[in-house]
């Protein structure tokens, strides 16, 4: 059982990146899938989110109008597009998979029982 995050790099203000999560060992579609991300010195926050059997997506305040999550079940895999991007958008951005249904869970570390490695996102101003 595996996720791998991609998709990372470094963009000007106001550009975008596609993060992708891949997962191998099992199906995507089936669990619920969390986008997460840490900045230096900061906790590990939840940005996004899709639930198992659910296609509405979540998204926190500060990413809502910019980020969009989408899942393609055929590569068994889920992405990020990030658009507008800010410098404070700079971190770690992690995917994680997990059981749970419940919304407040899952905008939680807790939540998740699979974690990728983690990505990272430079934005220059």
């Known amino acids: 059982v595996q996720l791998q995050a991609s998709g990372g790099g470094l963009v000007q203000a106001g550009g975008s990146l596609r993060l992708s999560c891949t997962a191998s060992?099992?199906?995507?579609?089936?669990?619920?899938v969390g986008w997460f991300r840490q900045a230096p010195g900061n906790e590990r926050e939840w940005i996004s989110g899709?639930?198992?059997?659910?296609?509405?997506?979540f998204y926190t305040d500060s990413v809502k109008g910019r980020f969009t999550i989408s899942r393609d079940t055929a590569k068994n895999t889920v992405y990020l597009q990030m658009n507008s991007l800010k410098p404070e958008d700079t971190a770690v951005y992690y995917c994680?998979?997990?059981?749970?249904?419940?919304?407040?869970?899952?905008?939680?570390?807790?939540?998740?029982?699979?974690w990728g490695q983690g990505t990272l996102v430079t934005v220059s101003s």
């Open positions: 060992g099992f199906t995507l579609a089936y669990t619920t």
């Open positions: 994680a998979s997990g059981s749970g249904t419940i919304t407040s869970t899952m905008r939680t570390v807790r939540g998740y029982d699979y």
């Open positions: 899709l639930k198992r059997g659910n296609s509405n997506p």
